[in-house]
């Protein structure tokens, strides 16, 4: 059966070549053997002519290429002792082409950074951009204006929190991509790929090995079309995207990537967090406001977190979790008056909308992206002495009413409204426990996306909290169906808040999926809880500073009510901060936004960007514009999508989706476009660790966990404040306010208990307890000690008078990472003395023959499955030894075939 894997971007290194009335954009892959030409004209003044022959060449033929270019050109300007092609810019991809008043300009990635993986596919942050103009000095018309536009553009700062990659797309999430490979590959459209690649001879002629020698069942690479709501150049490439091969399109995303990484007893499992910013509706705090006629709502953010053993890079081996959440502003017609210089302005609806037909526009767009149910949760004011955030909430729900009346009851929208601020203020109540009742609820409803089958000990031991998971749940994998809308009114604090505690508990289902936990909870307190909450900090300060102009002001901590005395004074500053750039910088960033994504066009003979009293004309086009007729009042959804609900539409392999596939066959697995294993590891050129590893993680679990010995180094282990990493590190002070943060902890009420939220809950008491979980929740069921025995404090004497005494050759850090590894030792399975005398008389085979402790077949934990031993492995190990002992074995057809590509890529 052929295999499906994701297209690898041939175009990673480029470097633009300049004549006088050419540029030459030469693009390649990583490894410098595959090569693309682009041939941009600098003769016209204000249009784009761009020129790409579709042709793949060698490095032979591209320096070919070069040479006649340069001398062509030397010819022609009569210089022979002068270069007639010059070496203008390295990039790592093109951002777009962009025009103003002049010529356009190219923007190229001069600098970039990897700052996560998934299962092998590099994910980079843009650090530095380049923009070249086109046109020469012959041909330029000069504007007086065209400065103050580029400036303007190039507020729009690329270089913070943009990101891309070559072979992951960026703008679906993890579920829409792994369900993509899994699509058969019949009936999809086939394009094909002509290398045209002359060979002059054949170095292997003689050898009698045939040039095609793949599998007959082929392989096949897939590559779909972006999801443009995400894509933040998807304007400035639109000029070139039908004339260009798509290996030169690299689509970028704005937001937030991180990723963080727990070692649990060895196995490190990587936590990663991607926000997309929509690009549609898209600005600063009180300048955008509700949605525009089209359904896009401003601040909206699509938050993922993805979960995956990091031992097993494959997508089809692995196992990878992720959910899904997304925050935006309340879908209405509606806005903010700054024109008063009030810390809060009025809040006004803007237009009468009985029929809620920008809502029904923006809930048609969720059930067809993620399917159902869609759940609100507005935590948005209810009760207040004078209406402000109230009017928001009473017209949401009015909406919300209306819409579902049509709906089918079982895909009617779930409405939740609770009042954040009012139960922060309230002393008898918790606000984190009240969340993560809301959060356990919701979790259950939509379910989470896992790549594989449950394990057999999740049916030997079946639990109440697993088995009322919903979602879409096959043999193979689990699809979360629906998503969780939260919303406040700038949808950054209260919001943020509440996004950690849902994904706070989707992340104890997702590590419980991957079998790293034995029960579907975590508790604060833990190395594991604490790297979320810094990952996701970082987070909503990110979004929060795009957003709003300033970093969080309300904080995990501070719902909490552990937050430090000094935190107060941060939050006034960053208060003042928030106020300061809403009042005055904001214009000026909204216009920046809205020249880079196309919403405004300059032109000559009109108005200028800065000349516009306000932008709502551009983001309304139903003001300026007769667009289509409005849907049905009461069927406002896609027939379409509400067919395969609970499903989301856009996974669904319709003759719609297939449309917007590519697939290229190939007929060797280790084909370059379709080897990520080839592409991450390199194995074929010599590199080195710095190239190979540079991946710097945003924290890791060791940042957390005790710096002495004596302490279980389980990240799922509650540990007291002065326990943990950073406090060790830090001063008598800070050791004072853990102790006043635990008295704060102690006198706070008991949390409430789990109950059953209703879809429209109006009542909430405060009186709930939350279920106690346990102490220490261990990812395997290993035993700390055996028979009531007791770990003295110096548990490193044994080893000392076995070994050596490290004491005088080890500094203090070495000794004390020593002590760690051999408490781990003491504490491991104590192995039965009749198994080492069984296992003792094997030991002069080559291959010793070993037992698994479990016959459950679909358990990867608590059991280890032995490979099937075949016979070419055996003659593959053998061989080894031989080699080893000096025997060299003669090379077998195949090898000899591996070698020759390599010679042909590299040399030839």
């Not at 892959?29 to 784009?48: C, G, M, S, Y």
């Not at 490979?867 to 593959?876: G, M, N, P, V």
């Not at 080894?880 to 060299?888: A, E, M």
């Given at each position: 059966?052929?295999?499906?894997?994701?297209?690898?971007?041939?175009?990673?290194?480029?470097?633009?070549?300049?004549?006088?009335?050419?540029y030459?954009?030469?693009?390649?892959?990583?490894?410098?053997?595959?090569?693309?030409?682009?041939?941009?004209?600098?003769?016209?003044?204000?249009?784009?002519?761009?020129?790409?022959?579709?042709?793949?060449?060698?490095?032979?033929?591209?320096?070919?290429?070069?040479?006649?270019?340069?001398m062509?050109?030397?010819?022609?300007?009569?210089?022979?002792?002068?270069?007639?092609?010059?070496?203008?810019?390295s990039?790592?991809?093109?951002?777009?082409?962009?025009?103003?008043?002049?010529?356009?300009?190219?923007?190229?990635?001069?600098?970039?950074?990897?700052?996560?993986?998934?299962?092998?596919?590099?994910?980079?942050?843009?650090?530095?951009?380049?923009?070249?103009?086109?046109?020469?000095?012959?041909?330029?018309?000069?504007?007086?204006?065209?400065?103050?536009?580029?400036?303007?553009f190039?507020?729009?700062?690329?270089?913070?929190?943009?990101?891309?990659?070559?072979?992951?797309d960026?703008?679906?999430?993890?579920?829409?991509?792994?369900?993509?490979?899994?699509?058969?590959?019949?009936?999809?459209?086939?394009?094909?790929?002509?290398?045209?690649?002359?060979?002059?001879?054949?170095?292997?002629e003689?050898?009698?090995?045939?040039?095609?020698?793949?599998?007959?069942s082929?392989?096949?690479?897939?590559?779909?079309?972006?999801?443009?709501?995400?894509?933040?150049?998807?304007?400035?490439?639109?000029?070139?995207?039908?004339?260009?091969?798509?290996?030169?399109?690299?689509y970028?995303?704005?937001?937030?990537?991180?990723?963080?990484?727990?070692?649990?007893?060895?196995?490190?499992?990587?936590?990663?967090?991607?926000?997309?910013?929509?690009?549609r509706?898209?600005?600063?705090?009180?300048?955008?406001?509700?949605?525009?006629?089209?359904?896009?709502?401003?601040?909206?953010?699509?938050?993922?977190?993805?979960?995956?053993?990091?031992?097993?890079?494959?997508?089809?081996a692995?196992?990878?979790?992720?959910?899904?959440?997304?925050?935006?502003?309340?879908?209405?017609?509606?806005?903010?008056?700054?024109?008063?210089?009030?810390?809060?302005?009025?809040?006004?609806?803007?237009?009468?909308?009985?029929?809620?037909?920008v809502?029904?526009?923006?809930?048609?767009?969720?059930?067809?992206?993620?399917?159902?149910?869609?759940?609100?949760?507005n935590?948005?004011?209810?009760?207040?002495?004078?209406?402000?955030?109230r009017?928001?909430?009473?017209?949401?729900?009015?909406?919300?009413?209306?819409?579902?009346?049509?709906?089918?009851?079982?895909?009617?929208?779930?409405?939740?409204?609770?009042?954040?601020?009012?139960?922060?203020?309230?002393?008898?109540?918790?606000?984190?426990?009240?969340?993560?009742?809301?959060?356990?609820?919701?979790?259950?409803?939509?379910?989470?996306?896992?790549?594989?089958?449950?394990?057999?000990?999740?049916?030997?031991?079946?639990?109440?909290?697993?088995?009322?998971?919903?979602?879409?749940?096959q043999?193979?994998?689990?699809?979360?169906?629906?998503?969780?809308?939260?919303?406040?009114?700038?949808?950054l604090?209260?919001?943020?808040?509440a996004?950690?505690?849902?994904?706070?508990?989707?992340l104890?289902?997702?590590?419980?999926?991957?079998?790293v936990?034995?029960k579907?909870?975590?508790?604060?307190?833990?190395?594991?809880?604490?790297?979320?909450?810094?990952?996701?900090?970082?987070?909503?300060?990110?979004?929060?500073?795009?957003?709003?102009?300033?970093?969080?002001?309300?904080?995990?901590?501070?719902?909490?009510?552990?937050?430090?005395?000094?935190?107060?004074?941060?939050?006034?500053?960053?208060?003042?901060?928030?106020?300061?750039?809403?009042?005055?910088?904001?214009?000026?960033?909204?216009?920046?936004?809205?020249?880079?994504?196309?919403?405004?066009?300059?032109?000559?003979?009109?108005?200028?960007?800065?000349e516009?009293?306000?932008?709502?004309?551009?983001?309304?086009?139903?003001?300026?514009?007769?667009?289509?007729?409005?849907?049905?009042?009461?069927?406002?959804?896609?027939?379409?999508?509400?067919?395969?609900?609970p499903?989301p539409?856009?996974?669904?392999?319709?003759?719609e989706?297939?449309?917007?596939?590519?697939?290229?066959?190939?007929?060797?697995?280790?084909?370059?476009?379709i080897?990520?294993?080839?592409?991450?590891?390199?194995?074929?050129?010599?590199?080195?660790?710095?190239?190979?590893?540079?991946?710097?993680?945003?924290?890791?679990?060791?940042?957390?966990?005790?710096?002495?010995v004596?302490?279980?180094?389980?990240?799922?282990?509650?540990?007291?404040?002065?326990?943990?990493?950073?406090?060790?590190l830090s001063?008598?002070?800070?050791?004072?306010?853990?102790?006043?943060?635990?008295?704060?902890?102690?006198?706070?009420?008991?949390?409430?208990?789990e109950?059953?939220?209703?879809?429209?809950?109006?009542?909430?008491?405060?009186?709930?307890?939350?279920?106690?979980?346990?102490?220490?929740?261990?990812?395997?069921?290993?035993?700390i000690?055996?028979?009531?025995?007791?770990?003295?404090?110096?548990?490193?004497q044994?080893?000392?008078?076995?070994?050596?005494?490290?004491?005088?050759?080890?500094?203090?850090?070495?000794?004390?990472?020593y002590?760690?590894?051999?408490?781990?030792?003491?504490?491991?399975?104590?192995?039965?003395?009749?198994?080492?005398?069984?296992?003792?008389?094997?030991?002069?085979?080559?291959?010793?023959?070993?037992?698994?402790?479990?016959?459950?077949?679909?358990?990867?934990?608590?059991?280890?499955?032995?490979?099937?031993?075949?016979?070419?492995?055996?003659?593959?190990?053998?061989?080894?030894?031989?080699?080893?002992?000096?025997?060299?074995?003669?090379?077998c057809?195949?090898?000899?075939?591996?070698?020759?590509?390599?010679?042909?890529?590299?040399?030839?």
């Amino acid at each position: 059966m052929p295999t499906v894997r994701p297209v690898i971007s041939c175009v990673q290194k480029l470097v633009l070549y300049e004549t006088r009335a050419r540029y030459f954009l030469v693009g390649s892959n990583h490894a410098e053997t595959k090569f693309r030409v682009l041939k941009i004209d600098r003769t016209e003044p204000k249009d784009l002519v761009v020129i790409d022959d579709r042709h793949v060449y060698n490095q032979q033929e591209v320096q070919e290429l070069l040479s006649r270019l340069d001398m062509g050109n030397r010819s022609k300007m009569g210089q022979k002792g002068l270069s007639g092609l010059s070496r203008a810019v390295s990039a790592f991809g093109i951002v777009g082409f962009v025009r103003f008043l002049e010529g356009y300009y190219i923007v190229l990635i001069t600098k970039r950074r990897k700052v996560a993986d998934i299962g092998g596919h590099s994910i980079y942050k843009i650090e530095d951009t380049n923009m070249v103009y086109i046109p020469n000095d012959s041909v330029k018309i000069a504007h007086p204006d065209e400065t103050k536009y580029m400036k303007i553009f190039q507020s729009v700062d690329l270089s913070s929190n943009f990101y891309f990659s070559y072979s992951y797309d960026l703008t679906h999430s993890l579920q829409f991509n792994l369900t993509l490979l899994k699509m058969p590959s019949e009936g999809l459209k086939s394009q094909t790929f002509g290398h045209g690649r002359q060979e002059s001879f054949d170095i292997f002629e003689d050898e009698g090995v045939t040039a095609q020698a793949g599998s007959a069942s082929g392989h096949y690479g897939i590559l779909n079309q972006p999801y443009l709501k995400y894509a933040w150049n998807g304007y400035i490439l639109e000029k070139v995207k039908a004339t260009v091969h798509q290996n030169w399109l690299l689509y970028i995303i704005h937001g937030f990537c991180g990723q963080s990484k727990m070692l649990i007893y060895g196995r490190p499992v990587y936590v990663t967090l991607i926000a997309r910013r929509s690009c549609r509706f898209a600005g600063t705090r009180f300048l955008k406001r509700g949605a525009n006629c089209q359904g896009d709502v401003a601040n909206e953010v699509e938050t993922e977190q993805i979960i995956h053993d990091a031992s097993v890079m494959s997508f089809s081996a692995g196992s990878y979790s992720s959910y899904v959440q997304v925050r935006g502003s309340v879908p209405l017609y509606w806005s903010q008056d700054i024109s008063t210089m009030m810390p809060k302005p009025p809040i006004t609806l803007d237009q009468a909308d009985p029929f809620a037909h920008v809502a029904a526009l923006h809930f048609d767009q969720m059930f067809q992206r993620f399917g159902s149910p869609v759940i609100i949760l507005n935590l948005v004011k209810k009760r207040e002495r004078r209406k402000h955030e109230r009017i928001l909430s009473e017209a949401l729900f009015s909406a919300i009413t209306y819409l579902n009346q049509f709906l089918p009851p079982e895909y009617i929208i779930q409405y939740i409204a609770w009042d954040m601020a009012k139960y922060t203020k309230s002393k008898l109540c918790n606000v984190l426990d009240r969340l993560s009742i809301i959060a356990e609820d919701v979790v259950k409803r939509t379910g989470f996306f896992v790549n594989h089958p449950d394990f057999y000990c999740n049916t030997l031991r079946p639990g109440e909290r697993w088995d009322e998971l919903c979602g879409y749940i096959q043999n193979t994998f689990r699809l979360q169906t629906g998503v969780l809308r939260t919303n406040c009114v700038d949808c950054l604090d209260r919001t943020n808040t509440a996004q950690f505690m849902v994904g706070k508990c989707a992340l104890a289902y997702q590590l419980y999926a991957i079998g790293v936990i034995d029960k579907p909870r975590l508790q604060f307190d833990t190395d594991a809880v604490r790297l979320f909450e810094e990952l996701y900090e970082d987070h909503g300060d990110t979004l929060s500073l795009q957003y709003g102009g300033s970093q969080l002001v309300h904080r995990v901590k501070t719902y909490r009510k552990i937050a430090p005395w000094t935190q107060h004074s941060k939050d006034i500053m960053q208060t003042l901060s928030r106020y300061y750039s809403n009042a005055f910088s904001d214009a000026d960033r909204q216009d920046a936004i809205n020249l880079f994504l196309g919403v405004f066009q300059p032109m000559e003979g009109k108005f200028h960007l800065w000349e516009l009293p306000t932008d709502y004309y551009l983001h309304h086009k139903n003001t300026v514009e007769l667009l289509c007729p409005k849907r049905s009042y009461t069927h406002w959804w896609t027939p379409e999508v509400l067919i395969h609900l609970p499903l989301p539409y856009d996974e669904v392999p319709c003759t719609e989706n297939l449309k917007k596939l590519t697939v290229m066959k190939k007929l060797d697995k280790s084909d370059e476009e379709i080897d990520v294993y080839t592409e991450f590891f390199r194995p074929y050129e010599l590199s080195c660790f710095d190239d190979a590893f540079c991946l710097t993680m945003t924290n890791s679990a060791k940042d957390f966990m005790p710096k002495h010995v004596g302490i279980d180094p389980s990240p799922f282990t509650i540990r007291k404040p002065e326990e943990t990493g950073k406090s060790m590190l830090s001063n008598k002070s800070n050791k004072e306010e853990a102790v006043l943060q635990r008295k704060t902890v102690a006198s706070a009420p008991p949390p409430p208990s789990e109950e059953v939220v209703s879809s429209s809950s109006e009542d909430d008491s405060g009186t709930d307890k939350e279920e106690e979980g346990p102490v220490s929740q261990r990812s395997t069921p290993v035993k700390i000690t055996e028979f009531g025995d007791k770990i003295p404090e110096d548990c490193s004497q044994s080893p000392r008078e076995v070994y050596m005494n490290p004491s005088g050759l080890l500094s203090e850090d070495d000794l004390l990472i020593y002590k760690r590894f051999v408490y781990l030792g003491q504490n491991q399975h104590k192995v039965d003395i009749c198994s080492q005398q069984s296992n003792a008389k094997q030991l002069n085979n080559m291959m010793t023959i070993m037992e698994a402790v479990s016959l459950f077949l679909q358990d990867s934990i608590y059991e280890m499955h032995l490979a099937d031993l075949d016979r070419k492995s055996k003659e593959i190990f053998d061989s080894h030894i031989q080699t080893g002992k000096g025997i060299i074995q003669p090379m077998c057809k195949d090898d000899i075939i591996v070698y020759r590509e390599y010679i042909r890529n590299r040399y030839m």
